[in-house]
């Protein structure tokens, strides 16, 4: 049974940096594309960054595109989100999910497996 975990999340000033991890275990981590979403109280879970199964192709969100860089290390089953410039509309809930098609899509619905996310708070 595949495992997702997030972890790396905490409270940061508006400005600062923060590093989530994904760590994954019990599949073939190599085998699925990776992608973060975030969902803040009230609002529907959004897109912020996808990686493909190689990690040659990526995709960002506007809202974060230049602040946050998404990275995987097939060798440790892991992926990463590098997130600074943090701002406080970036607080939310972060999630990782795991898809076995290859088209970086932006759509949470069809991502198949995902952990219980990070809480991520950046104070103004």
């Known amino acids: 049974q595949v495992q997702v975990v997030e972890s790396g999340g905490g409270l940061v000033q508006a400005g600062g940096s923060l590093r989530l991890s994904c760590a994954v275990s019990?599949?073939?981590?190599?085998?699925?594309?990776m992608g973060w979403f975030r969902q803040a109280p009230g609002k529907e879970r959004e897109f912020v960054a996808a990686?493909?199964?190689?990690?040659?192709?990526?995709k960002y969100a506007d809202s974060v595109k230049g602040r946050f860089t998404i990275s995987r290390d097939n060798g440790k089953n892991a992926a990463y989100l590098q997130m600074n410039s943090l701002k406080p509309e970036d607080t939310a809930i972060y999630y990782c999910g795991l898809e076995l098609g290859t088209v970086l899509r932006i759509d949470w619905s069809v991502y198949d497996l995902w952990g219980q996310g990070t809480q991520v708070t950046v104070s103004s």
């Open positions: 019990g599949g073939t981590f190599s085998g699925y594309t």
């Open positions: 990686i493909s199964r190689s990690g040659d192709s990526t």
